[in-house]
């Protein structure tokens, strides 16, 4: 299944990225870009066993120095339901744990703000994700566009959220996502003031050394992304991998020769 030369270049340095899910419903419930079904799920945790991939939690990963190999955190936004019934399973199988971001005040609890809105996680069921060795973060209290409010709104619902989450799982919480990987500074610095550590923004990215900690990029699973797509994805770091988007980086490359010959 893997395509040698891509393995090949994947594993010749050590490479630290973090992987965005989102909702990983059956077949039937897969509603949107973002939905990544439970069987192409599975086939992507295949492949990162078969890389040797270490996945660990986001915390873990931002504070390995000296990992080998590849390092992946597996994310999921928003708190759906279906990571406690589908995801948490598959990954169990490998041993893998997971990060997740939850939203704490959604009422009711569905994902209002997506065309098809899910069920998400109560309380209880967070904890049992918490029991099992996931990283629970923050997403804010209502999925709001941090950029659309005012600094005392944002705030709000930056503290508010790491309240909820600090009191439900009696522990301390100290990783975020930022909702629609949309921020500003000053949301950096709230974060910051707040007691947050970590935050994970939409931009396509590896973690380097030099990576800020409350802009962290990711790469973003589509719906319909298949293992070989995961595997371009891990191997250029992006968003877009297409077989038509990677012979546009190839003859780019070959153009850029031509220019510096
Ligand atoms: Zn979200």
Redesign the pocket.
């Given at each position: 299944m893997i395509n040698p030369l891509f393995a090949a270049n994947l594993l010749d340095r050590p490479r630290k990225i973090v992987l965005m899910y989102?909702s990983v419903p059956t077949l039937s419930q897969q509603a949107t870009q973002y939905d990544s079904t439970l069987a192409q799920f599975k086939q992507h945790l295949a492949l990162l066993a078969q890389l040797n991939s270490q996945v660990v939690t986001l915390n873990t990963l931002m504070t390995t120095r000296d990992s080998q190999g590849l390092q992946i955190a597996i994310t999921f936004?928003?708190g759906y339901l279906d990571n406690l019934t589908n995801a948490l399973p598959a990954l169990t199988e490998y041993q893998f744990p997971a990060t997740l971001?939850m939203?704490t005040r959604a009422a009711p609890a569905v994902?209002q703000?997506s065309p098809n809105p899910k069920p998400l996680l109560s309380p209880q069921q967070l904890q049992k994700l918490d029991e099992q060795g996931w990283e629970i973060g923050g997403?804010t209290c209502h999925?709001l566009d941090l950029t659309r409010l005012s600094a005392s709104q944002s705030q709000q619902q930056i503290n508010n959220c790491k309240d909820d989450l600090e009191q439900q799982l009696g522990k301390a919480v100290n990783s975020f996502?930022y909702?629609?990987g949309r921020y500003q500074q000053h949301h950096e610095e709230q974060l910051a003031a707040a007691g947050f550590e970590y935050a994970c923004t939409t931009r396509a990215g590896a973690v380097q050394p030099h990576t800020q900690p409350l802009t962290i990029p990711r790469i973003t699973v589509f719906a319909n992304d298949c293992a070989p797509t995961l595997l371009r994805k891990l191997t250029f770091i992006s968003n877009k991998m297409s077989w038509f988007d990677v012979a546009g980086y190839y003859a780019s490359r070959i153009l850029k020769t031509k220019v510096a010959s």
């Open positions: 989102h936004d928003d971001f939203v994902s703000w997403h999925h996502a909702p629609f």
